[in-house]
């Protein structure tokens, strides 16, 4: 009965495999009959830490459970309804839009979901024109979607909404010249500049900086570029006010032409210093006029002129319990990006360095601004997987939908309130978010707090709202509305969570904690939040205390400590293993801005062991090969999700570890060969290198079915995850093994041993 209403209950101790065979889907909101569930906000776009809110701060408090939100407000979708109207029907109260979870008073008001107000409805909201009908306003898509785009009337906009403009800033240093990303990086960027998002008119420019800034002038009736340096750094001003961002229509072969030259120019030199800081003030002075995108590529540590860096990590100390250095060495950094915030201007970093840089302190530049951070660490041309990872990932960069001068406000029903905010971003007021840039890979998080009991509400909603300027320069509104129920009943609470999305706050919080406080505190803060959400669930539950060897979590919570004890051995958070600290600094980021179903796949990547795969392609050997059908691809086996431990592996199979932007291919020491021909195009696991990256193209079934499984996992991602093949005696194996997080380490707890851990702490 009580597994029929989802309140089955499991002892963790007795049920170590606990990963569900397949994918867990987010947890269902179910509303009452007044609401369809089909119309609730997607998961994949935003969801809450509890599928049932509590009906007041004490009843939360009681469950130990975290409350908050998080978001993928501009996520690529399908079908999104975009409708135009003069009148966009608002609370006059709240502000709030006009969403499927209103209550029609009758056809001519509506009250107020979120303040419940009583409001008018426009004449020509209940008019249909199709019907050439008035009164039945549910036919509305404002009525019909959680999801909806309006095209914002002049009311929205403080100015006429600006071009796209991108400019970029390349450091051409000695460092940055021997890791020759400048090459693969202009290579880039000369295929993509037609697909850039932007319209007629575009405008692009570029900056080099090593000890001096160096400017391109790029005027029509010039045969070629012409560069200007900068040489007084410390006082830097722009030579000349035009022709540094051009027209890229007007001039598109200038441009090409010095994206070709740019990697020459610099190839030969030995001037070890990096001027970012001075280079940043001429970027701001060039993009002050009309807000827009800075890209910056940096190698090493800025060493010169303003926003000068010393080195602070000291290498000897990776493995540390106490990790120094997570805040920023300087402001200076974060003073730019908040003045570009007041601009409309977004900083985004590629930090493709060779030693240590400082993430900490230059990442800022990106985190105050509504940007985004990517990291290539050990960067090398001469590393061919470097290069592919670099370029898809720079590609999807610069082609992927872009939102100019954004704003987003995050509304709760009356009784919540938003109270801390995760992600990129610059906060303008309480609720609302200034984003100069918007992209439709970042994630957002946020806590929530009670002002008031909830006790007369059935149903809370949350209502995010992005006002922005598409890359046509249209002014416009993306609105995602979710529909919760209200509970009073603690183990409702308990049973109706979302460990997924807890994970996604929770690491956040973590984040947080080891910057304010330090590393021990957030690690220590995740056990004693696993512990008490047990305690809690025991209380609630009414069962026996003391110590029974048992530890029972209802079923909404049975992964929370499997997520915990990953999340203690990621990078972002552990100890006692050797971690460069720009890459601590890096996975903290990707904790802050990753959208969560990215996040997940980070944190604790997706095993497979693809044997099945292999048979179902010999299955199927007649039917595919006669017709070349790439369409009517018949359907792959479902297989089953391993949990992380080297218990699954065996020396005849094959496994597959998705990792988000990584795959890794595990090809055990006795495949037989028939497998590995047919797969890898070889005759044993011999002739695997040690670092062997793409899947080697094989004509055969097998091949073609792992390619499409492969294919299937990227699905969703940003851009294709990079290959790695690793053979059972390859030195590369131990990137694998470090990712089986539910095996003891030398310096870590076993997923068994965590359990213990935490039942002895739950009285
Ligand atoms: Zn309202």
């Not at 999340?567 to 552990?574: E, G, N, Q, S, V």
């Not at 992380?644 to 595990?666: K, N, P, Q, V, W």
Request: contains cysteine; charged residues 20%.
């Amino acid at each position: 009965f009580s597994r029929l209403w989802g309140q089955d209950t499991i002892d963790l101790m007795q049920n170590r495999h606990i990963l569900s065979p397949a994918t867990l889907p987010p947890p269902k909101v179910v509303l009452h009959n007044q609401f369809h569930e089909s119309i609730n906000c997607s998961p994949s776009i935003m969801r809450c830490t509890l599928t049932k809110i509590p009906e007041s701060n004490s009843l939360l408090q009681k469950s130990r459970l975290p409350l908050g939100i998080v978001i993928h407000p501009f996520r690529d979708v399908n079908s999104l309804p975009v409708i135009q109207c003069i009148n966009i029907v608002r609370c006059r109260l709240c502000r709030t839009y006009i969403n499927p979870f209103v209550y029609f008073v009758d056809s001519k008001m509506w009250k107020c979901n979120l303040c419940y107000r009583v409001n008018e409805l426009p004449d020509d909201f209940q008019f249909d024109p199709a019907t050439k009908t008035y009164g039945d306003v549910t036919r509305r898509p404002e009525v019909r979607s959680s999801t909806i785009e309006f095209i914002a009337p002049s009311e929205y906009m403080l100015r006429p909404p600006q071009p796209a403009m991108y400019l970029f800033l390349f450091d051409v240093s000695i460092i940055a010249q021997q890791s020759g990303y400048l090459e693969a990086a202009c290579a880039v960027l000369n295929r993509h500049l037609d697909e850039m998002p932007g319209d007629a008119r575009t405008q692009v420019g570029f900056i080099c900086f090593d000890s001096f800034v160096h400017f391109y002038s790029m005027a029509e009736g010039l045969n070629q570029p012409h560069e200007m340096t900068l040489l007084d750094i410390e006082d830097p001003f722009l030579p000349r006010p035009d022709n540094l961002l051009v027209n890229l229509k007007e001039c598109k072969e200038l441009v090409r032409d010095l994206l070709k030259q740019l990697p020459k120019r610099f190839a030969h030199t030995h001037d070890p210093c990096s001027a970012l800081g001075a280079a940043l003030q001429v970027a701001f002075k060039l993009m002050q006029a009309s807000g827009g995108r800075i890209t910056v590529f940096q190698s090493c540590l800025p060493n010169k002129g303003p926003g000068a860096l010393e080195p602070r990590e000291d290498p000897n100390n990776r493995s540390a319990k106490d990790v120094a250095h997570l805040n920023p060495a300087t402001d200076f950094y974060k003073r730019f990006a908040l003045e570009c915030s007041g601009y409309q201007i977004a900083c985004d970093l590629f930090l493709m360095n060779q030693q240590y840089s400082d993430m900490a302190t230059i990442s800022g530049i990106s985190k105050h601004s509504g940007g985004c951070v990517h990291h290539f660490p050990l960067y090398q041309k001469t590393k061919p997987h470097m290069v592919e990872s670099f370029r898809s990932c720079f590609k999807r960069y610069l082609t992927r939908k872009i939102g100019f001068e954004a704003v987003m406000r995050i509304r709760c029903t009356r009784g919540l309130q938003v109270h801390t905010f995760h992600g990129n971003f610059f906060v303008r007021s309480t609720d609302l978010l200034s984003l100069p840039n918007v992209n439709p890979d970042a994630g957002y998080g946020m806590q929530i707090s009670y002002d008031e009991t909830l006790t007369d509400a059935k149903t809370i909603c949350f209502q995010a709202a992005l006002l922005y300027t598409n890359s046509e320069g249209e002014r416009r509104i993306r609105v995602h509305t979710v529909c919760l129920p209200v509970t009073a009943s603690l183990p409702e609470v308990m049973h109706s969570a979302d460990t997924e999305a807890i994970i996604g706050l929770l690491s956040k919080m973590a984040v947080d904690r080891s910057v304010a406080s330090n590393l021990s505190d957030a690690r220590d803060a995740f056990i004693n939040a696993t512990v008490d959400v047990y305690n809690a669930f025991k209380i609630a539950q009414n069962l026996p205390s003391g110590q029974s060897g048992q530890l029972i979590a209802p079923r909404s919570l049975a992964l929370l400590p499997l997520y915990i004890l990953a999340l203690l051995k990621h990078p972002a958070f552990r100890v006692g293993t050797s971690t460069r600290l720009d890459d601590r600094v890096y996975a903290m980021d990707c904790m802050k801005t990753l959208p969560l179903d990215q996040l997940m796949k980070y944190v604790y990547p997706e095993l497979y062991k693809i044997d099945a795969l292999i048979y179902h392609a010999r299955n199927s050997n007649i039917s595919s090969n006669q017709e070349d059908d790439e369409d009517e691809d018949e359907p792959l086996p479902e297989l089953p999700r391993l949990q992380l431990s080297a218990e699954h592996l065996d020396s005849r199979s094959i496994f597959l570890m998705d990792c988000g932007t990584l795959i890794m291919i595990y090809v055990g020491l006795n495949v037989p060969p028939d497998v590995l021909e047919a797969l890898l195009g070889i005759s044993s696991t011999a002739g695997l290198g040690d670092y062997v990256y793409g899947l080697p193209n094989v004509v055969s079934n097998e091949n073609d079915v792992l390619n499409r499984f492969i294919s299937r996992l990227n699905y969703d991602k940003p851009y294709s995850a990079l290959v790695q093949i690793i053979r059972d005696t390859s030195t590369a194996k131990g990137q694998f093994i470090e990712r089986l997080t539910d095996d003891r380490s030398e310096s870590s707890l076993s997923y068994y041993e965590f359990l213990q851990h935490i039942r002895a702490q739950v009285k």
